[in-house]
């Protein structure tokens, strides 16, 4: 979702508080967001998008730019969130589960879907972490290698080789799996 | 060139190229239009971006609100405001934790001031511990406060007393002697001085006459011995009346 040439009156409203800018600005960015954050912790995914839309809310009247700034902006946000949030769990170095969630599973469980979804997170977890990052930024996220690059803070050019390698290194990888399967 | 190498290389996939590669990632490639050995690629990724749509839809009316009443600067003013009203109270705790810490080790040690140490034992006393009073180590003397050598100090303090009350008895007996003894002038001065002393006094023994020679006689004889027995000087002179002049 793109807003064009309303995007800088839907800022422009947003600043003040207008619901109906806000939800916009939330259904175009949520979606990217949310599913960065959930592809690289699946558990904290949500409470991290929330907070990294508090970290919106508190720095909009202050942000200057066009949409593909406010995206970037958004992303550096979650990036920073995600690298934090990493940080407190080792030195936590506890998972605790609350009960309500050991009695029942889950009602939005879906094994086709996850068990797709699961196998290309596994394929993306077998690429070397920095690879992995940019290819999440650039298919979830929706941005393009320059805004990639300006978010992990490279080059440009070494972005796009970066990815050209990663889905090499995919096709070897689903290739391989997809042999595996032939022969059983 | 060989048919095995050939063969090895038909089952090879395509060098993916930059342009294609940014095409892949940005959706732009349907996964049937991808190139050969991509198919599975291209379809993985479509995969990873349609998923969780559902998700996002659920809290789409939720976040707006919840962002709406965050946005204010109130937000910021506030959560700052909370941490250092947070950080004042740990301040405080802190500096009230030393100072209990303080003084109850000095009430413990004794070496707080005398009314401060009267409270600090009252109070640490309610709760079990027991400290020393402020007279604790005064000793029999009520005056005396506290030192590293009690006993040293009260024996040295005694023998000054002691010494005190011998010197006040010694004036009594002077001033007695003083007021009735029967002497007079030199004699009472050197009895007063000589018990004063404790006998060390020479007082008034200079008054008595104890030269036997005057200098007239002593100038005759001098003359005498000078002149052979010859000499008149001084009995002629001072008998005739006359005065000598050179």
């Known amino acids: ?184 | 060139m060989s048919l095995w190498r050939d063969f090895e290389c038909e089952m090879q996939r395509l060098p993916l190229d930059i342009d294609t590669a940014d095409r892949l990632l940005a959706g732009q490639v349907l996964p049937a239009d991808a190139p050969p050995g991509y198919e599975a690629v291209a379809s993985l990724l479509n995969g990873l971006r349609a998923h969780e749509e559902e998700r996002v839809r659920r809290h789409e009316n939720t976040v707006p609100e919840l962002m709406k009443g965050g946005r204010s600067p109130l937000l910021e003013t506030k959560s700052t405001s909370r941490r250092s009203t947070l950080h004042r109270f740990k301040l405080a705790g802190a500096a009230v934790t030393c100072a209990l810490a303080c003084t109850t080790g000095l009430a413990f040690a004794g070496s707080l001031p005398g009314a401060a140490q009267d409270v600090a034992s009252s109070m640490l006393s309610k709760v079990g511990v027991t400290v020393p009073g402020p007279n604790e180590k005064a000793g029999t003397h009520p005056n005396v406060r506290g030192s590293s050598s009690p006993d040293v100090a009260v024996s040295g303090r005694a023998e000054e007393n002691d010494e005190a009350a011998a010197e006040n008895g010694k004036g009594a007996e002077i001033s007695d002697l003083a007021t009735t003894t029967e002497l007079t002038g030199v004699e009472k001065g050197a009895a007063i001085s000589t018990l004063a002393s404790g006998g060390k006094s020479q007082a008034g023994q200079q008054g008595e006459a104890t030269a036997d020679h005057s200098a007239a006689t002593d100038g005759a004889a001098t003359a005498d011995e000078a002149s052979g027995g010859h000499s008149t000087a001084g009995a002629d002179n001072a008998a005739a009346g006359q005065t000598h002049r050179p």
């Open chain 1, 1 to 184: 979702m793109s807003f064009g040439q309303d995007f800088a009156s839907t800022l422009t409203a947003a600043r003040r508080g207008d619901r109906r800018a806000l939800t916009d600005l939330y259904r175009a960015f949520q979606p990217r967001i949310l599913r960065y954050l959930l592809t690289q912790e699946p558990k904290d995914g949500e409470d991290l998008a929330s907070e990294v839309w508090l970290d919106i809310a508190a720095g909009l009247t202050r942000f200057e730019g066009t949409e593909s700034d406010l995206l970037c902006w958004i992303f550096t946000i979650a990036r920073r969130r995600l690298i934090d949030h990493r940080r407190a769990r080792t030195r936590r170095r506890t998972d605790p589960v609350s009960v309500e969630t050991l009695a029942l599973p889950s009602q939005e469980f879906d094994p086709t879907s996850s068990l797709e979804y699961g196998e290309a997170l596994s394929c993306l977890g077998l690429l070397p972490p920095e690879w992995a990052e940019i290819v999440l930024l650039r298919v979830v996220g929706g941005l393009d290698s320059a805004e990639v690059a300006a978010i992990t803070g490279r080059k440009a050019g070494t972005v796009r080789v970066i990815q050209k390698r990663a889905l090499e290194q995919l096709a070897e990888l689903l290739s391989s799996d997809r042999e595996k399967a032939v022969t059983r």
